[in-house]
């Protein structure tokens, strides 16, 4: 809502201060004008310029464009069909942004990620290195899945997701998802202006993709939501379809939804990468006592408390910790290799050494490397 005409509320007023903002754009905007609406998006991202603010650019419509130019009767349901499309697709996709910034003398660069280049930490950091230095360069960074190799073990699922590592990987202000619906909308049907409580007001009413064009939906923009916000970045869901959308949302305007930063528990880029960036490569189980030292007195984890070890993983590697079956409790950095960590699972700290014949932490995860979901 508005304080008064054309005054943004405290929440919205604080996108006016964003200097640098990642703009996802969906499959269906693309889809039905791929060379307009890149267009339009290119003149608020030069006029968002003039005035101080940079923007990094997730476009998706890849798969999209290749099922055109290929003249298919349907998007492909096997993976490598979506990679042939991709494939043919990607290149189109670039011709239309070229041309859109062309006409601002603005030169543009293509950035192609997969889970795999997040997930590994030293990747991770040359990434965000050479997404600095193109924005240095005043170039405008055009993100996209490389879903010509991933596959289904290496995917983000969607743009969406990726668009908030992106904002991780650049220490982004503001991520503004732009879609083909007016925002997210409560039970009733109505525009939710804006969402303090991601899990009780939005999740209950989030729904997936029903436009068969693209792998998303609201679910997923809640989702990416979640993981922005825990930064402490804002997140707004707005109609790409608005004229001037991006300059608006960005000037406090009423139009979207906006997702509201939780106040305190705000993660560092280390501690969000280890949650969202990395893909666990194990699974530990832990009792309700090792559960409740970790959820509410902020402990680290002890081989004493895990009951159970699953995967096959290595030293520093990311896993996931549950309480039982289907419930997440964290993520961290294990101390210990999969096959060490089952022959010290249960025991106390002082038995490591006599068990391994080596002692590395008296943690299996220490709490400066564990993250609570």
């Not at 240095?136 to 190799?149: A, G, M, Q």
């Not at 732009?178 to 039970?187: N, Q, S």
Request: glycine share 10%.
């Amino acid at each position: 809502m508005m304080a008064a005409a054309g005054t943004p509320t405290s929440e919205r007023a604080l996108l006016t201060t964003a200097k640098r903002v990642v703009v996802k754009i969906g499959s269906r905007l693309l889809a039905d004008s791929p060379a307009s609406r890149p267009a339009a998006i290119a003149d608020q991202v030069i006029e968002l310029r003039r005035r101080g603010v940079a923007c990094v650019i997730v476009s998706s419509g890849a798969i999209a464009l290749g099922v055109r130019r290929l003249r298919l009767a349907a998007r492909p349901s096997d993976l490598p069909g979506l990679q042939a499309a991709a494939a043919v697709g990607q290149s189109r996709l670039m011709q239309h942004w070229e041309h859109a910034f062309a006409a601002h003398d603005v030169a543009i660069g293509q950035v192609l990620l997969t889970h795999d280049d997040l997930g590994d930490r030293r990747r991770f950091l040359s990434a965000r290195q050479t997404l600095r230095a193109l924005l240095d360069l005043d170039v405008v960074p055009i993100i996209n899945e490389n879903d010509t190799v991933a596959t289904e073990e290496i995917k983000f699922g969607d743009n969406d997701q990726l668009a908030a590592l992106v904002c991780n990987l650049v220490s982004a202000d503001a991520l503004v998802i732009l879609t083909d619906v007016e925002g997210v909308r409560g039970a009733d049907g109505v525009r939710m202006p804006i969402v303090r409580d991601i899990e009780r007001e939005a999740v209950p009413v989030a729904g997936g993709s029903t436009s068969g064009v693209g792998s998303g939906g609201m679910a997923s923009k809640v989702s990416s939501a979640r993981i922005v916000t825990r930064t402490g970045v804002p997140a707004i869901v707005a109609p790409g379809r608005e004229a001037d959308v991006v300059a608006r949302v960005l000037a406090g305007e009423d139009i979207g939804t906006l997702f509201v930063p939780a106040a305190g528990g705000v993660l560092s880029s280390r501690k969000h990468w280890i949650a969202y960036g990395a893909k666990p490569a194990g699974k530990l189980t832990v009792d309700e006592g090792a559960a409740r030292a970790l959820r509410d007195g902020g402990k680290s984890l002890l081989p004493a408390g895990v009951t159970a070890v699953d995967g096959v993983f290595e030293l520093g590697d990311t896993v996931s910790v549950f309480t039982g079956p289907g419930v997440e409790l964290a993520r961290g950095l294990v101390a210990y290799a999969a096959d060490d960590l089952r022959k010290i699972q249960g025991l106390q700290s002082a038995a490591i050494e006599a068990r391994l014949g080596y002692r590395s932490l008296d943690e299996a995860i220490h709490r400066d490397d564990l993250v609570i979901l």
